[in-house]
C-alpha cells in the first residue's frame, strides 16, 4: 500500500523561485491538506481539502496555493518562496477531515537560500 | 481557543521502564485526540484514536486515556523499548463542523538500552 506519497524529499529554492510540492494518495480519502512543522511552532497548517474542488485556508495559508482536481492528488505551490518558508512539509489524508485517524506523508525538507 | 500542551518536553528512560506522556487542552469540546509518532526525518504515524464519548484505547504496549472534562489525556507505554525512541505528538479534533486538528509540540522519548 503506498498511503500517502510526497515528492520531492528535499529542495533547495532561491528566493523568489516558484515550485510545487506533489502529494498523492490511493485511499480513495476525502480530506487532504498541508502542514508545515518547524522547531518550537508544532505542526501548522496551511491549507486542505474537503473533497474534489473544494479547498480553504488554514492558519497559514500566505505564500502558498492548492488546488484539487481530483480525489488523489493535493499539491502545493510556493509562488514566490521566501528564506521564511524554509521548513519540513507534510501532507496528510484522512477519511472524515478530524473523524478518523490521518495518514501522513513522509516529508519534503524545504530550504529557501 | 484551542490549546494542547504537552508534559515533558523530553523524556530519557532506561529500557524496561513503565512511563506515561502527558496531553492537556484547553477546550473540553473536542471530536477526539489522536496520538501519534514521529521518527527523526520521517512522517508521522497514528498510534491511537480516542473518540470524545470513549474512556480509552489499547494498541499492543500502548494504552492511551482521555479525560474529557479535566482536558487531559496520557499515553501509558508498557515495558519501553529502545525502537519506542520517537517524538509523541497528540493531537485534538475541535467538535462542531470545524474538524481541523491541533497540536501539541510533542514529547521527545530517549529510551536507552
Known amino acids: 500500500n503506498a498511503g500517502v506519497t510526497q515528492t520531492p524529499k528535499f529542495q533547495v529554492l532561491k528566493t523568489g523561485q516558484s515550485m510545487t510540492l506533489q502529494c498523492a494518495q490511493d485511499?480513495?480519502?476525502?480530506?487532504m491538506s498541508w502542514y508545515r512543522q518547524d522547531p518550537g511552532m508544532g505542526l501548522r497548517l496551511i491549507h486542505y481539502?474537503?473533497?474534489?474542488?473544494?479547498?480553504d485556508q488554514g492558519e497559514v495559508p500566505n505564500g502558498y496555493n492548492v488546488s484539487r482536481s481530483t480525489t488523489e492528488d493535493f499539491p502545493l505551490r510556493l509562488l514566490s518562496a521566501a528564506p521564511s518558508q524554509t521548513s519540513v512539509y507534510f501532507c496528510a489524508s484522512n477519511y472524515r477531515g478530524g473523524g478518523t485517524e490521518a495518514f501522513f506523508g513522509q516529508g519534503t525538507r524545504l530550504t529557501v537560500v | 481557543k484551542q490549546e494542547v500542551t504537552q508534559i515533558p518536553a523530553a523524556l530519557s528512560v532506561p529500557e524496561g521502564e513503565n512511563l506515561v506522556l502527558n496531553c492537556s487542552f484547553t477546550d473540553s469540546a473536542i471530536y477526539n485526540l489522536q496520538w501519534f509518532r514521529q521518527d527523526p526525518g520521517k512522517g508521522l504515524t497514528s498510534l491511537l484514536l480516542i473518540q470524545s464519548s470513549q474512556r480509552e484505547q489499547t494498541s499492543g504496549r500502548l494504552n492511551a486515556s482521555l479525560d474529557k472534562s479535566s482536558g487531559r489525556s496520557t499515553l501509558y507505554i508498557a515495558a519501553s523499548q529502545p525502537g519506542d525512541s520517537a517524538t509523541y505528538l497528540c493531537a485534538v479534533t475541535r467538535g462542531g463542523n470545524n474538524r481541523k486538528l491541533i497540536w501539541g509540540l510533542g514529547t521527545s522519548l530517549a529510551v536507552n538500552p
Open positions: 485511499m480513495n480519502h476525502e480530506y
Open positions: 481539502s474537503v473533497g474534489a474542488g473544494i479547498t
